[in-house]
C-alpha cells in the first residue's frame, strides 16, 4: 500500500525499471558474488534478482525476497550485508533487520543506528506542518527508569502550557496522581503515558511539576489541543550590546522558511557582527531548508560553493536510484522555495543574508541530522563553526521510506558531503576540549557545556549562550561539563530493554521512552 | 496507486468539464477558494482519499483564512528520540482549495490530483 503523494507517486515505478536494468547487469555484489551458494529453496548467496520481482508479493518468503534485493539495491553499504538465506530466518521483520552493516566505526559504535520499519497506515498518517496534539510544553527524559528525571525544555507561545506559566525548567514529578520519578507499576506507567502523549484533543490531565530554579511545586490541569509549533523563536538582536543576534531553531519543517525570512530579515537589519543559532533541539528535516540557513548566514561566502553533494551507493554515482533523476549538488539556496504556501513571499524571492565568516550554534545530542548539515555545509564553504554544548548525534544519512505489503521501511539510502568533499561525522560534531571519550567525534572550535535547564532560552545568562558570548570575548572556555553536571542535564541514552513507549505517532518528546521498572 | 491517481485525476477532470458542454453559459473558471464555514473533518476526509492516507491532522481554521494547506509526516522519532526522517530531500505535499462555479475541489499542488468537497459552501479567494 504505497503512500499516495507526489513523492510515491513519482517513484512507484522507478526502483523497477532501476531493478530490472540491475538484473540484467548480472545482479548486485556481495562477498559470495563470485562463490555463488544454492541451496534448495532457490536462494543462490550473492545473486539478487529484481526486487520489482517480488514487490507487493505479500507470502513470507516473497516479502523477504524483495527486502533482499531492494536492500542490495539501494542501501548505501549493500556490499557489508552478510547475505543469509531468507528462508532461514522465520520473521520478515526479523529478516529486514538483518540486512544491514554489521561493521562499527572507529569509536567502536555500530556503523548503522537508523534501520527501522512501521506499519505503513502508522507511517502514511500527515498532519499540517507544525501541528501536532498535545499541551505545548517540550519534554526531555533525562533518565528513563526509576527514578525517572524529566524536564521541560521549552514551551510552545499561546498553548495551554504558557498559558499557565510552565516554562522551561519544570521538572515532572507526578502526572493524573502517579509518581512519575518513582513507579515500577506498568499499569501506572500507562497512565502516565496517557497524560504525557494524548492521542487527541480534550484529553485532560493534571500535572505536579517543580521548578528547578526555586524548587517550588506547581499543580496545573491541562488540556490538550493542536498546538501550532513556532520553530523560529527568540530572536535577538540586542545581545553584547547589539553586537551579537541570536534565534532559537526547533525544525527544518515548512513553516520554518517564512519565520526564517523574517528572521534573517531582523538580524540583516540590525548592526549585528556576530550570530549564535540554537540548534540544541534541533533534530533536522527539509534538507534545501538547511541550505537556506547556510546561505542566510554566509551568503557571498557561500557563493559558487556545494552545501551537500548526495551520495548514494556506487551502483549509482550519477543517479537518484528512487527518483531515477541525475544526481546534481545541493548549492547554498539563496532564494525562498515555498515550503508553505505564502501569498505573501513570492517563490523565487531573494532570501536576506548576513555574510558572516563565522557563527555560532548551540548543541546538543538532539542536534541531528538537516541541522548537522548546516555545520558540514558552512564549514566546506570556509565559514568558521563555534560550537558551544554537547556533541551531536552524527546522522549524515538519510533514506526514502519504502512500502511494501503494509509495511514501510528505512534503510540508510545516501549520505552527503559538503563543498570539500567531507561527510565523515557518524559520531557527530563536538566542541574541541570535550571530555566524553565513548565517541569520536569531529571536533571543532567551542566549548563543551551541558545544556542549562535553569534558564530560559535566549536568556545571556544561560550557559550556551554565555559561554558562546565569553568565548567570544576571550576566546577561552570555563571548564568543560560532563554528563554529569549539576549545573544542567546531559541527555541520557536510551536503552533498548523493555520498555513502554510513547504509541502516538507525533510527540513532543524529545527522548520519548519511559521504562518500567518491573519490566526489566 | 498510479491507476487509482489517473482514475481520480481522469474523474476529477470529467467532473470539471463533463457537463459544461451542456451548458451555453460561460466556462467558469477553477479558482482558489476559501471555505466560507470551518469544515477541517471533511477538508482531513478529502485529503485522506487523495493520499490513500489513514488521518490527516488539520486546524480547525484549514482553508478558512488560506487556500492552501501543507502537510508533513507525522514526527516519528527513533529510540534514540531524533525524527526519523531528519534529512528530507522530497518537497511536502500541498493541497489547495478550489472553486468552479458552485462547487469546491482539493488539489493536490504536484500531481493535480483533485477530489470534490461535497456539502460546503466556499467562496473565491481575493487574495489569489
Redesign the interface.
Known sequence: ?????????KY??LPFSLAALLAGCGGGGSDNATNPTTDNSGWTSGVFASSGQFKGQCQAINEKNWLRSWSNETYLWYDEIIDTNPALTSGVIDYFNTLKTEQLTESGAKKD??H?S?PT?????????G???GYGFNIK?IAGSAPRQAVVSYTEPNTPASNQNIIRGFELLEVDGVDFINTSSSSEVGIINAGLFPEQTGKVTEFVFRDISTNENRTVTLTSQ?I?SQPVMNVRTDLAAGDVGYFQFNS????AETQLYNAFNQLAASSIKDLVIDVRYN??????MASQVGYMVGGSNTQGKIFER?IFNDKYPNTNPVTGQALTPMPFTNRF?G???N?AIVAGTPLPTLNLERVFVLTT??T????E?IINGLRGADVEIIQIGAGT?G????F??TDNCDTTY?TIQ?T?ENNKGFGEYSDGFAPQNTIDDARQPVRIAGCAVADDFTKRLGDASESLLSTALSYRENGSCPAPSSINSVLGFA?T??T?MPEVKDMR???M?????ILSDNMR | ??I??AISMTAATLGLTGCLAQSSEPTPKLQHALLIEPNSAKVADA?TQ???????????D?FVT?S???????????????????????????F?LMIKGERCFVR????K?TIELKQVLCKINP??
Open positions: 500500500m504505497a503512500i499516495f503523494n507526489s513523492s510515491s507517486l512507484t515505478l543506528n537508523f527501522f512501521l497506515d502508522e507511517w502514511q498518517r500527515q498532519n499540517q506542518s501541528l501536532s496534539f527524559i493542536n501550532e527544518h519543517n515548512a513553516i533534530g533536522g528535516g527539509l534538507l534545501q548526495t522555495v515550503f508553505e504556501n501569498p545530542s538532539s541531528c541530522s538537516a541541522s548539515a548525534c546522522k549524515p544519512y538519510g526514502y521510506p528505512f545516501f552527503g541527555p541514552i536510551a533498548d505517532v507525533q510527540t518528546l524529545e527522548q520519548n521512552i | 496507486m498510479n487509482l491517481l485529503i487523495l493520499l490513500h492516507s489513514s488521518q490527516v491532522q488539520l486546524t480547525d484549514v488560506s492552501t494547506v501543507t502537510l508533513e509526516q507525522l514526527n516519528h522519532k527513533d529510540p534514540q528520540g531524533n525524527p526519523i526522517m531528519g534529512k528530507q530531500l522530497n518537497m511536502p505535499d500541498q489547495e493536490h499542488l504536484d500531481s490530483a487574495q489569489r
